[in-house]
């Protein structure tokens, strides 16, 4: 008989590569800016290459959009706001958006291999959560544009205009249709600028409006790295800015801003507690706290990054989980079977590893998994941080990477102390079989997003965004639509 | 017979009691020694506010709608008073029914704001509106009394605890509701009201680490230092008008919280 227990053990466990077609993306060897309906030559005369995080190697070079660019791309917008998109019938607005739903969906493979190429993230993870939400963000967001007038009852919603927005590289694509899905849907047109290392998905999304015959100027997409974010948010031109990315960044673009009405909502940074009681289902909240911080490489502002464990199941939680994690994969995010990708850029990997070092040297017991890192590229292997005091900056600082810090508590009111003690307040998790304690920490974590037995989980349908420093405004669901709206009330 | 009529000495609302202000200053306004707050009055404001949210915004809706009500009540006993220290008993008329009428939002606005949304998992997905903080006011030099009620109102209803700078050149009302506020049902520290100057208390507050969003409707020209020195902790900055009666105003001192609830046996 095959001794059962060896033939499950982790550790014996082997994996034949199994990559995804490259072949399904033909990247240009340069993409211009997406302005007026055609990517046209920057102003500025000045591109960059688009590199591959996992090997280093150049992907294609993009355009760097310089001043006299965003303002072109303003005006484009606003020329298609006041010719045609914002007198267009709704009912034909939401045909829009849905033919670019199904044209993300048909597209949906090149999308996923292009996201993890540009961005390092396991292809599992572009494939089946971010191109999939991208869609079904269009797809929701189509069915409102002729029914705003439900969503805000006697408040006569109208578009604010030409909407500015900047997003991150940890989700690409997905970023983009919480972006500009509701913008239009709301009858608004864009400028949208990428992150500056993951400009692709964006550059093929302007593709697909070409596909879809959203008339020009509707969308408009400009790369380039932070002075061109800088342009954007200084241009005068906007009604309204929406930023999702560092709390260091929304606070000098709220400062930016402060004094002109120009709306603005903010999505940003996060240290979520993930809060697992003893009582919990372990298993399944080992596969809770895994997800919680490794997914994506942990480049997730709404990452459970501070696990809160009751004291009788501390010892045994961490052991369990060390043992999860030497099952994890890390490696070519193309592969199938990979579970970690590759940190998505080199001041990134920096960054995780000043902020690691900090951990070991406060004080904090440092864990790793045996795991061999691929020579190019960025990488950082899955870590554990026990030991760790609320003090501690990988307690309180936001790392945006596969590291995870353990506390421990021993009383719900400790529990919500410990978690609420930080000055972000994005998201929070809670592991309890018990349904009135869920509700009653539900209620008292200052966070604007609380899971349930579950961690990342994400919807078009269900708002998101942040208490206190994490920012302002919600994206998802009927609340959404507001921050792009005015009222005439 | 002729007999000595008390004074009344116009101080701070802080914390459920009538402090001077720290800095034993005084101004000058419609002819009262009014208290000067200082930084510190402000900070101890900002404590004493701190203090009482948890418990403001743990209290049922029901509960804070009547609390509410009983307010109403209490300016409309002294409606004569508080028709000396403003443009008259229309005024104070118009205040007390926006007081109702923000009471009755209460138990409401988890209805009118909030949600259920259908996703696509095991997951019962809600939405509820929850109260930001502690709110700092500057309310509009006029109306004295309907200025600083129609900013005071919404974000009390929605749970908040509130430091209020009341009309710099009519701050009588500002203190004569304080009174009323003092002998309703309004728990200590939820409302607290200084007099003083705008151009001093205002920056304080705005860049004060503890408060979590600032009206700043009756800032003036100060508008836009205000909201710069509100980045420094991502304060929701609310713009409104003095005279507005809307849900939405309520909204402005809102969090939405989404809570993802497994589903399953």
């Known amino acids: ?489 | 017979m002729s007999r000595l009529p008390v004074r009344k000495t116009y101080k701070l609302f802080v914390g459920g009691t009538f402090p001077r202000s720290e800095s034993g200053r005084t101004y000058e306004a419609e002819g009262q020694n009014v208290a000067h707050a200082s930084r510190k009055d402000v900070r101890d404001a900002v404590v004493a506010a701190r203090k009482a949210f948890a418990g403001w915004a743990g209290t049922a809706a029901y509960n804070r709608g009547q609390v509410l009500y009983r307010l109403a009540e209490m300016m409309e006993a002294r409606a004569d008073n508080l028709a000396a220290v403003c443009s008259g008993r229309d005024e104070v008329d118009a205040a007390v029914d926006r007081v109702v009428w923000y009471a009755g939002w209460a138990d409401k606005l988890a209805q009118v704001l909030g949600s259920s949304n259908p996703v696509s998992g095991p997951y019962f997905n809600f939405t509820v509106p929850e109260p930001t903080g502690v709110v700092a006011i500057l309310a509009p030099d006029e109306p004295a009394l309907g200025g600083l009620v129609s900013r005071l109102a919404p974000a009390l209803v929605g749970g908040n605890a509130v430091v209020a700078v009341a009309s710099e050149t009519h701050p009588l009302a500002a203190i004569e509701l304080a009174e009323a506020i003092a002998t309703s049902d309004v728990p200590a520290g939820v409302v607290n009201i200084l007099t003083g100057f705008r151009a001093e208390l205002g920056p304080i507050l705005a860049g004060h680490m503890d408060v979590n969003a600032i009206d700043v409707t009756g800032a003036g020209d100060d508008t836009a230092d205000l909201e710069r020195a509100a980045a420094a902790n991502v304060k929701r900055v609310a713009r409104g008008s003095a005279d507005s009666q809307s849900p939405w105003e309520i909204a402005s001192f809102l969090e939405m919280k989404t809570v993802w609830h497994p589903v399953g046996q």
């Open chain 1, 1 to 489: 008989m095959t001794d059962v227990r060896q033939r499950t053990s982790p550790l014996e466990w082997e994996y034949a590569p199994a990559p995804e077609a490259r072949d399904i993306v033909k990247f240009q060897e340069r993409y211009g800016l997406f302005i007026g309906g055609e990517l046209v030559e920057p102003r500025s005369k000045e591109w960059f290459p688009t590199i591959s995080p996992a090997t280093e190697e150049q992907l294609a070079e993009v355009a760097l959009a310089g001043a006299e660019d965003v303002d072109a791309a303003v005006g484009a917008a606003r020329n298609a706001f006041e010719n045609g998109w914002s007198t267009l019938r709704p009912a034909e607005r939401a045909k829009y958006l849905y033919r670019i739903a199904r044209l993300l969906q048909e597209r949906s493979r090149e999308l996923a291999v292009a996201e993890s190429l540009n961005g390092g993230k396991p292809i599992k993870e572009s494939r089946d959560v971010d191109v999939p939400l991208a869609a079904a963000h269009f797809f929701y967001y189509a069915g409102w544009a002729d029914k705003l007038e439900y969503a805000f009852p006697n408040r006569r919603p109208a578009p604010l205009g030409v909407a500015g927005q900047i997003i991150p590289w940890n989700f690409p694509l997905l970023m983009l249709a919480w972006k500009i899905a509701p913008a239009l849907a709301a009858g608004n047109t864009v400028v949208l600028k990428p992150a500056e290392t993951t400009p692709l998905t964006a550059l093929i999304f302007a593709d697909v409006c070409r596909q879809a015959e959203l008339p020009a100027g509707v969308v408009n997409i400009i790369t380039g790295d932070g002075s061109t974010g800088a342009h954007l948010v200084r241009h005068r031109g906007l009604d309204k800015i929406a930023f999702t990315g560092s709390t260091e960044v929304g606070k000098a673009i709220q400062r930016e801003l402060a004094g002109t009405g120009t709306r603005l909502t903010l999505e940003l940074g996060g240290k979520a507690a993930n809060i697992v009681f003893d009582d919990c289902a372990l298993d399944q909240a080992i596969e809770g706290i895994v997800n919680g911080i490794y997914f994506n490489q942990g480049h997730v502002c709404c990452a459970g990054s501070r696990l809160l464990v009751q004291e009788p199941i501390a010892e045994l939680l961490i052991a369990k989980l060390k043992r999860r994690l030497e099952t994890l994969r890390l490696g070519d995010p193309l592969d199938k079977n990979t579970d970690i990708g590759a940190i998505n850029s080199r001041a990134q990997l920096e960054r995780i590893r000043e902020l690691v070092a900090s951990g070991e040297e406060e004080g904090a017991e440092i864990y790793q998994p045996p795991c061999v890192l691929p020579e190019k590229g960025y990488w950082f292997a899955p870590t554990v941080f026990t030991n760790v005091a609320q003090s501690y900056r990988i307690a309180q600082e936001e790392i945006f990477g596969p590291v995870l810090s353990v506390l421990t508590f021993r009383t719900p009111d400790e529990a919500i102390e410990k978690a609420n003690n930080t000055a972000y307040g994005l998201s929070a998790g809670v592991w309890t079989e018990k349904g009135s304690r869920i509700l009653c920490m539900a209620q008292r974590l200052r966070a604007g997003v609380v899971w349930a037995n579950t961690f990342n989980r994400f919807d078009p349908a269900s708002p998101f965004g942040g208490y206190k420093e994490s920012g302002f405004g919600r994206e998802g669901g009927r609340h959404g639509l507001e921050p792009y709206l005015r009222f005439e009330e």
